[in-house]
């Protein structure tokens, strides 16, 4: 039994509230019951002076002092005020007083110190405490005291005893209380120590596996079924990662690998100058893509940390797309393909970075060119309505088939008949182009047959521009 650990300290939590509550409870109930049985008993008191004074008030007139104090004698024995009471009248002079009260010289209360309502005092009488109620009665003119006790020995060891069975069953129920608390918590609990176990057999060699979810509708089925999303979003994480460490190496293997060949034959055979310059161009060119492709990585990697954030300002997309219209017309003349735009001549300003929306129609035309064949047409559309910008590449090229659109966003990702590495390309541009519009919180379509050609339609929401001052 580990001592930090939740089902000690939920234990610990509920003896000491358990604790707390029983000696509320306890000292209450002790409480309550000493001031009920003083209630009682000073019932009790108050019916005998309502006796005595009853009987005041029958005798008084008829009979003398002597008399009456033998007649209190004999009723006393009877029940008349018990066998504890004492009256006297306003000058002290005793009309009865039981003998036990006369031995212990018990003092009483002159008429004129006693008000209306009866006083209740303990007393000790030889060593015993008992519970006094004196009250002033008025009879035939003349005022007395009356005065009745009742003894509390008994009462007292009833306290007694019902504290003393506080004493014992409160420690019991709390030990007994403290193993349930414990055998309990250990058994909510035991699902965590389950999934602390199978958590711990779960490294990146098996994050396909899952852990087992209890069907207990609370907060461990909901943390099973937490963790084993957690578990699904990182296994789908590192498979990504292990399929783009992949796909890396084998794009960077065919370039380095012709890189290193080239320059070995160059360096061991002889060569004209004129091989030489052929050889240098096709490095050149070589690396040239590598570095492309190593750009786009880092691009792709800064987007997954989280750290290729783009600057979001008031950005005209047709400057964008004028300068992208720029680059491809030579890539565009090389193949003899028409690249002509249907422009808004008024600005279209979203929310944006205006480099990338540059970036972003560069890669559509770049794309629709590299698989457009030689005669072929690229027309580019930009159009701004409905709070929605519209940016549209149409090509005649070869087309994509049906089941091959939902993986071109895909990194790396190529159709195999199109894979051929005199295309050019590593795969990453639509993929690029796609994390672009999720930045621009827009979204990008194809539609495209094989044969017929292809068209990407990008969709960006347009800036809310404020009106100058002075203008509704």
Not at 52 to 68: A, E, M, N
Not at 81 to 96: P, R, S, V
Not at 243 to 265: K, N
Request: negative net charge; proline residues 4%.
């Amino acid at each position: 039994m580990r001592f930090g650990s939740i089902r000690v300290r939920l234990t610990a939590w509920y003896l000491m509230m358990l604790a707390l509550g029983l000696g509320v409870f306890g000292v209450g109930s002790w409480f309550a019951m000493r001031a009920s049985v003083f209630h009682a008993i000073e019932e009790e008191l108050a019916d005998r002076i309502r006796d005595v004074k009853t009987f005041l008030q029958d005798q008084t007139p008829f009979r003398s002092k002597i008399d009456i104090r033998d007649e209190l004698s004999e009723h006393s024995v009877l029940g008349l005020g018990g066998d504890l009471f004492q009256i006297c009248d306003e000058q002290g002079g005793w009309l009865y007083r039981s003998s036990a009260l006369e031995s212990g010289l018990v003092p009483i209360r002159l008429p004129s110190q006693v008000g209306d309502q009866p006083v209740y005092e303990n007393l000790t009488v030889r060593g015993a405490p008992v519970r006094f109620a004196t009250a002033r009665v008025v009879i035939e003119g003349h005022p007395y005291t009356i005065q009745v006790a009742e003894p509390l020995e008994e009462f007292y060891e009833a306290l007694e005893r019902f504290g003393l069975m506080l004493w014992i069953s409160v420690p019991l129920l709390l030990i007994g209380a403290g193993l349930g608390g414990y055998l309990i918590s250990r058994r909510a609990l035991k699902p965590v120590d389950l999934i602390t176990t199978a958590a711990e057999s779960i490294s990146i060699n098996n994050l396909a596996d899952r852990l087992e979810v209890p069907k207990t509708s609370d907060e461990l089925q909901r943390l099973s079924e937490t963790l084993n999303r957690m578990l699904s979003r990182l296994d789908i994480s590192v498979q990504k990662m292990s399929q783009l460490t992949a796909d890396a190496s084998h794009e960077l293997r065919a370039p380095v690998s012709l890189i290193r060949t080239t320059a070995e034959l160059a360096v061991h055979e002889a060569r004209t100058n004129t091989e030489y310059h052929g050889d240098m161009m096709q490095i050149l060119a070589e690396a040239e893509r590598t570095s492309r492709l190593i750009d786009s990585l880092l691009l792709l990697a800064r987007a997954d940390a989280g750290e290729g954030g783009l600057q979001h300002e008031l950005t005209d997309v047709s400057t964008s797309i004028r300068e992208a219209m720029e680059q491809g017309w030579s890539l565009a003349a090389g193949k003899r393909i028409e690249l002509t735009a249907n422009l808004n001549s008024n600005p279209i300003v979203v929310r944006g970075d205006g480099e990338a929306l540059r970036r972003l129609s560069f890669i559509l035309i770049e794309n629709a060119i590299k698989y457009t064949p030689e005669g072929g047409r690229v027309h580019v559309r930009l159009e701004g309505s409905h709070a929605v910008v519209t940016i549209e590449v149409t090509d005649s090229g070869i087309g994509i088939v049906e089941s091959d659109q939902p993986h071109i966003f895909d990194r790396f990702w190529r159709a195999d008949k199109v894979r051929s590495r005199s295309i050019g390309g590593a795969g990453l541009g639509l993929s690029i182009a796609r994390w672009i519009v999720d930045q621009h919180h827009g979204s990008i379509e194809v539609q495209s047959q094989p044969g017929q050609g292809s068209t990407f339609t990008v969709k960006i929401p347009l800036a809310e521009i404020p009106a100058p001052l002075g203008q509704p």
